[in-house]
């Protein structure tokens, strides 16, 4: 299972670290992703980081690439998502899922039950 | 940039078939993902590349791709089918459809 932490309510241009904490599955054999959902119930894609066997870039959303940055630490059965210059746009829920696919982002197959983030001044 | 659009709503006689679609331009040569989200609930993977179930979906979820239309198929809809369906490419990023609300009456 995946369980995301982090979320809450931060002020605009400010930054924000969530966690996904994975169990129950080889963590370091799996590809991540990053998906959200705005209030109006709309699914958007984040990013996606490969396992470290394959290796290859982070990729990233056009709406968030340079401000949102991926990493995981295999050690630790962790994923994150640093969030930089947040703007009021980014107000979603964000879930983390294990990505299916190996060379580049496929079917999330596992999802977290998601964080809850508010922009807002 | 990509799009795919699903309809807003699609409602459907218990018991009998619905079809959501998921249009897009030459989508058929595109893997389409699936995915069913219910009320207060995390999405979850019902059909991935085009036509498989993960392990757990019932045989009454079946997909087809062809052409410029995905489509995900629910057979002898039961009332815990309603939720919302989105459907999901990789074009160069990852997208959505807007989602599509399954009413079963």
């Known amino acids: 299972q995946l369980v995301e932490s982090g979320g809450g309510l931060v002020q605009p241009g400010r930054s924000l670290r969530l966690s996904c904490t994975a169990s129950g599955f080889a963590f370091g054999n799996h590809a991540m992703s990053w998906v959200r959902q705005t209030p109006g119930k709309k699914l958007e894609w984040v990013g996606y980081?490969?396992?470290?066997?394959?290796?290859?870039?982070?990729e990233y959303a056009a709406s968030v690439k340079g401000r949102f940055t991926i990493s995981r630490d295999d050690s630790k059965n962790i994923a994150y998502l640093h969030m930089n210059s947040l703007k009021t746009e980014d107000t979603a829920i964000y879930y983390c899922?294990?990505?299916?696919?190996?060379?580049?982002?496929?079917?999330?197959?596992?999802w977290g039950q998601g964080t809850l983030v508010t922009v807002s001044s | 940039s990509y799009d795919l659009t699903q309809p807003l709503s699609v409602s459907v006689a218990l018991g009998q078939t619905a079809n959501i679609t998921c249009g897009g331009n030459?989508?058929?040569?595109?893997?389409v993902h699936w995915y069913q989200q219910k009320p207060g609930q995390a999405p979850a993977l019902v059909i991935y590349r085009d036509t498989n179930r993960p392990s757990g979906i019932p045989e009454r979820f079946s997909g087809s791709n062809s052409g410029n239309t995905a489509t995900l198929t629910i057979s002898r809809a039961q009332p815990g089918d309603e939720a919302d369906y989105y459907c999901?490419?990789?074009?160069?990023?990852?997208?959505f459809g807007g989602g599509t609300k399954l009413s079963v009456l």
């Open positions: 980081i490969r396992n470290k066997g394959y290796g290859g870039p982070i």
């Open positions: 030459k989508i058929g040569s595109k893997d």
């Open positions: 999901q490419v990789w074009d160069g990023s990852v997208i």
């Open positions: 899922t294990r990505d299916s696919g190996t060379t580049g982002p496929g079917a999330s197959d596992i």
